[in-house]
């Protein structure tokens, strides 16, 4: 450690020091950034799920998104969709790089969080909620789309965090949730519904828009959400099929049909399609793919106009 | 196992599985709901208020209901995989994109793609050897021309041109295309569909064709009954078939075909659509062809050259009916090919005179649609009909038996009627006499007379091309169609292989293993001689053979003798079961003054053979004098139904 770092240590400015993270995630990338109020998410998150529960002496959660489809992305069917699955690494490198940011500017332990499972409390249930981090960081709020975060200039994003023990000052949640969209609202007073719950192929999505066009309610079936784009119980069922099955024939079909051996393909080589969502909900959410700055295009456009 | 602990060790037992199962799949993040936005708000009390809405961690679960966290962990996996259909994934690509899905139209992958049992079996049949098939794919025999497919390129490419001629109505290939969608579309909201046989009597009229093409359309197979067929026939072939409906005339010429299935109570049987007057508990045709939501718009899949299309029987009433099944490869590829060896192009106007029940019939409309020319109806053939639909629709090609031209050849038709337009006559379904082919040959100078030899089971499988000559096409049935061999088996039998050759009969071991060689040759039961430029001449029925007391000769050339005697219109011999030589000729005789020429006995006849020089060996030992011969919809004597008199 030289002399000037241990300057700038000991001259700690906390605005400074937000503002020149925040910019270095912008600058590698990143649409948006945020502090999240970490005594918020302490009291929100479930115990097992706080960033104490990673990391004992964390002062402040740093949450960043990152453009999620591009604009032709949004117009090809479904099909290719059910393939695009690697769009949260870029995130994911992002806050890493920013821990290394923090520890070899400030001087003080970060960490990229975990996107993973929980190994302790079992499938399905993620280490941290890193959409959490992002709501409480005022980087997106929660749709009527399964709770999926908009943003209203950025649309839909990726989000990604990192814990660090320095302490930054937070930012506050959005004051104005973007979903639903003017159009929606419309659209829901015509047929009852909005985009997203009119075009979910599996219906798994429902609720109500109040009279000032706020979100009322909203109904999440998840699991026919997850059951039509992801594939895990997959795996083990056909298994079990296997063995179930009658004959030599019966085998042979549950483990090699076409699906079946897709199946076995996709894990082989580790592809991105077993983790999908279908997002046709997003792909017909306004915001989503019409907000200002929504894809590369829109937001070359902005640049070169600016 | 969950944290290194299996379920005993955990103590999850199957009762606390199932007891708490649905509960904890419900209560978890399975099913989540939000009032607000209390959390962007930071409203904490509402937050904790409405934690179990946005669906619990397993401990807050086990927390409510009495059980540790490991033991909701256990139960929600093992109820997750109860509840989870695995690839469901399928149903998202089938739907292709948000902007197409419309709840109303939502039917569940799999229910879409359901065959039932029977149509599984159908397509079971359709097992070809894989040499074979993978040899006519290389050769582009079969490719994947479909009906449907190749009506909806016409309909696009030529939309205007003549498809279906009857009398003074014309239907173009666009209007053709709309009127199958609508009637198809009207078959499957009565629930039929991929794979289901869906029978037809009618006679060649307009409906014909909508019909079998809107079968076509929904993937279905169509079962094919003559119209003298009566309730012995349909209960025979309809329930052979497994038909799920029948198209029928509510009143076919006497008949009350449409009452008449209804009245058979099929258990298959589930629709009878009738034509004409309403019959109580028949689907009028009219309603379903006036359906206003088509096949296209209900985006029914569309169906492929290796489904089956067509299930045709060889005769209506054996025991064990042979039923020939075919699909788009060997039909269609058989036309295709058929109409460049016939020299036919899209301006031409193809007619059949046998009715599409036969599969001659439906040879012509095979071929008109590979090329997108007109076909040209005859609803019923009478001879002055015939000769006048020619001339009144200008037909350049007809399709005819022997018997339907020498009919009109008989009563100078071709003089009185301008039958000038015909560039080729294609006569098949029996042997054709030689005399009345140079006759009709004589008498359109600017016609090929040419002949087909071809069986239900390989539609168009020899022919005369146009310029062989009368010389070539009045003694033969020229060479194997493109695609097809032909060879001649050790007992002068023809022996045929090829892309138009079906696969064998459904649902009958025995009648396969009697109609193949070792080598997967059809046996065609014709006798056939071969001439030094490759040109077959059917000489007879094996069948026919007569086997007198170890000598055994083809009568073929005696019923020939016969047939030009003056007294005798039509003539048969038919081996008679004998004890002492096993077999013996008897000859069946139709005589041309129907109340019986007294010159007509066994002495006069042997006498006229014997000039002719005939050998005492082969003389007919019996005659049976008749009115009329059992004839086949493509007028062959149908030898098996002739009266065998009682001998010792
Ligand atoms: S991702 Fe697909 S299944 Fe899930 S809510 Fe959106 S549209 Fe529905
Ligand atoms: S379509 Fe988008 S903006 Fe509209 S209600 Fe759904 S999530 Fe909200």
């Known amino acids: ?306 | 196992m969950a944290q290194g602990l299996n379920r005993r060790q955990i103590g999850v037992t199957t009762a606390m599985i199932d007891s708490y199962g649905e509960l904890i799949f419900e209560m978890s993040h399975n099913k989540q709901s939000r009032r607000g936005d209390p959390i962007r708000e930071l409203d904490f009390d509402a937050i904790e208020a409405t934690r179990h809405e946005r669906g619990m961690s397993d401990g807050q679960i086990g927390e409510q209901i009495g059980l540790s966290e490991m033991q909701v962990m256990y139960i929600r996996a093992m109820m997750e995989r109860r509840r989870f259909h695995t690839n469901h994934f399928q149903r998202l690509l089938e739907l292709g994109g948000g902007k197409r899905f419309r709840e109303e139209r939502f039917t569940a992958h799999e229910e879409r793609f359901q065959y039932h049992d029977d149509a599984l079996a159908l397509r079971d049949a359709m097992s070809f050897d894989p040499a074979r098939a993978r040899h006519y794919s290389e050769q582009g025999w079969w490719n994947n021309d479909t009906l449907s497919g190749l009506l909806a390129r016409h309909a696009a490419d030529r939309g205007a041109a003549a498809a279906v001629i009857q009398g003074e109505t014309i239907i173009s290939y666009a209007d053709l295309l709309h009127r199958v969608d609508r009637l198809a579309g009207g078959l499957h909201g009565l629930g039929l569909g991929r794979g289901d046989v869906i029978a037809v009597q009618l006679p060649n009229v307009e409906e014909y064709v909508i019909s079998y093409l809107a079968i076509a359309r929904l993937g279905a197979v169509m079962t094919t009954l003559y119209m003298p067929h009566r309730e012995r026939e349909f209960e025979t072939l309809l329930g052979h078939s497994r038909a799920r409906a029948l198209i029928c005339l509510a009143d076919a010429g006497g008949f009350p075909a449409a009452q008449a299935a209804l009245n058979l109570k099929l258990p298959k049987l589930q629709r009878v659509i009738a034509i004409g007057e309403p019959v109580t508990g028949a689907v009028p045709f009219e309603d379903l062809a006036g359906t206003s939501t088509g096949a296209d718009s209900l985006d029914l899949p569309l169906p492929v050259a290796a489904d089956p299309m067509l299930l045709l029987y060889t005769s209506g009433t054996t025991a064990s009916p042979k039923a020939v099944p075919h699909n788009s490869h060997t039909m269609l590829g058989n036309g295709r090919l058929g109409v460049g060896a016939h020299q036919l192009g899209p301006d031409d106007v193809i007619m059949s005179a046998p009715p599409f029940g036969h599969l001659f019939g439906l040879y012509a409309l095979h071929m008109s649609l590979h090329n997108g020319a007109a076909n040209l109806l005859l609803p019923s053939f009478t001879p002055p009909d015939l000769a006048a639909a020619i001339e009144a629709g200008r037909a350049t090609a007809l399709l005819a038996a022997p018997a339907h031209l020498a009919a009109c050849l008989g009563l100078g038709l071709f003089d009185k009627h301008d039958c000038s337009a015909l560039k080729i006559v294609i006569l098949s379904g029996s042997a054709v006499p030689e005399e009345m082919a140079r006759a009709a040959s004589a008498k359109l100078p600017n016609c090929e007379i040419t002949q087909l030899w071809g069986m239900t089971e390989t539609q168009g499988g020899l022919y005369c091309r146009p310029g062989d000559g009368i010389e070539i096409s009045a003694t033969s049935a020229g060479r194997p169609a493109p695609g097809a061999e032909a060879r001649i088996g050790e007992d002068g039998e023809l022996q045929v292989r090829g892309s138009m050759l079906f696969p064998g009969y459904f649902d009958n071991p025995d009648a396969n293993a009697a109609a193949f060689t070792h080598d997967g040759w059809f046996r065609s039961g014709d006798l056939a001689a071969q001439d030094g430029n490759g040109n077959f001449a059917i000489t007879g029925r094996i069948k026919d053979i007569i086997n007198r007391g170890g000598v055994k000769y083809n009568p073929r050339e005696i019923e020939d003798l016969l047939d030009s005697h003056p007294a005798i219109a039509q003539s048969a011999i038919v081996p008679m079961p004998d004890k002492i030589l096993g077999e013996r000729a008897c000859c069946f005789a139709v005589p041309t003054d129907q109340g019986g020429d007294p010159e007509i006995s066994l002495d006069t006849l042997c006498a006229y053979l014997l000039g002719h020089g005939i050998a005492k060996t082969k003389l007919p030992e019996h005659l049976v004098l008749l009115d009329e011969m059992p004839l086949t919809p493509t007028r062959k004597i149908i030898k098996g139904r002739l009266p065998l008199p009682e001998t010792g």
């Open chain 1, 1 to 306: 450690m030289g002399d000037d770092d241990v300057a700038n240590a000991t001259e700690f400015d906390a605005r400074e020091a937000k503002k020149a993270i925040l910019d270095y995630c912008l600058g590698k990338g990143a649409l948006a950034a945020g502090v999240a109020d970490l005594d918020a998410l302490e009291r929100i998150a479930p115990p097992g799920h706080r960033p104490s529960d990673i990391m004992p002496k964390v002062k402040s959660v740093i949450s960043l998104g990152v453009g999620g489809q591009t604009q032709g992305a949004w117009a090809v069917p479904a099909k290719a969709m059910g393939y695009f699955g690697s769009t949260e690494t870029r995130a994911y490198t992002i806050s890493y790089g920013a821990a290394f940011f923090i520890e070899s500017k400030y001087q003080t332990p970060a960490i990229y969080c975990p996107p993973d499972m929980d190994n302790e409390k079992g499938p399905r249930v993620p280490l941290q909620s890193l959409k959490l981090h992002a709501e409480v960081a005022g980087i997106g709020a929660r749709s009527l789309a399964g709770d999926i975060l908009l943003h209203p200039e950025f649309g839909y994003m990726y989000f990604a965090s990192i814990f660090t023990e320095l302490d930054l000052p937070p930012d506050r949640p959005m004051a104005q949730n973007p979903c639903p969209a003017p159009s929606c609202v419309s659209m829901y007073r015509q047929i009852g519904r909005t985009p997203c719950q009119k075009f979910c192929p599996v219906q798994c999505l429902s609720g109500k828009i109040d009279e000032a066009g706020k979100q009322a309610e909203m109904h999440y079936d998840m699991a026919a959400c997850a059951e039509i784009s992801q594939q895990y119980e997959a795996v083990p069922a056909l298994l079990a099929e296997a063995m179930a099955a009658e004959d030599a024939q019966g085998r042979e079909e549950a483990l090699f049909d076409p699906d079946n051996k897709m199946l076995w393909y996709k894990m082989s080589v580790g592809s991105g399609g077993l983790l999908a969502q279908c997002f046709e909900c997003m792909r017909v959410c306004p915001i989503a793919t019409k907000a200002p700055l929504a894809d590369p295009i829109r937001r070359s456009k902005a640049k070169a106009e600016a």
